[in-house]
């Protein structure tokens, strides 16, 4: 299907677009309109913009954590804990308060923020933008998905270390 949203990818609208490739509709087809654009607030597939149901960023969270909620995909923790650090680095962008009190998901948005902005540089290109940034979101859900480090007993060698790491994500 085609999913519509506006041009010139950042953070949200770029972690909303892997999120729905990923794990709402394999076969999403994205259209990238200008931002002067009047979206068509009955369509279910318009997100990031204002006045559809999946809204970007505002007072109820992140366009994101919105995906995640209307798709049901809140079960899984590992996209949980991604929405909190997308919604850390979506504030961070817009020069707002830190809310969050945990550390680890405020450094992951402020990194996701500058490797947003990174990719933008590099890619004119949405298309090319989200293709880039796919492999880091796929890494990224597959680190959340590990257990606490403190809680794991590591194999000694990083060949070992890593093969043991995605026995616990592949299972």
């Known amino acids: 299907m085609k999913w ?3 041009a010139h990818l950042h953070l949200d609208r770029t972690a909303s677009a892997w999120l729905i490739r990923r794990f709402v509709d394999p076969q999403a087809q994205f ?4 931002w002067d654009l009047t979206p068509d607030t009955d369509d279910p597939r318009s997100f990031g913009m204002p006045g559809v149901a999946l809204s970007g960023h505002d007072e109820s969270g992140p366009g994101f954590a919105k ?6 995909l809140e079960g899984d923790a590992a ?3 991604l929405a909190a650090c997308v919604g850390a ?10 809310t969050e009190t945990d550390d680890a998901a405020y450094g992951l948005g ?4 500058t490797i947003g902005v990174g990719l933008s540089i590099l890619h004119e290109d949405d298309l090319a933008h989200l293709d880039a940034a796919t492999p880091l979101y796929d890494a990224l859900h597959a680190s959340l998905s590990l257990p606490p480090a403190d809680t794991m ?13 995605r026995s616990l994500v592949t299972t």
């Open 4 to 6: 519509t949203t506006r």
């Open 31 to 34: 259209e990238f309109v200008g």
């Open 67 to 72: 995906i995640l909620r209307a798709h049901d």
């Open 79 to 81: 996209l949980v804990r």
């Open 89 to 98: 680095g979506v504030r961070h962008a817009l020069g707002l308060p830190r």
């Open 110 to 113: 402020v990194a996701l923020d």
């Open 153 to 165: 007993d590591l194999p000694p060698t990083q060949p070992e270390r890593v093969a043991y790491l």
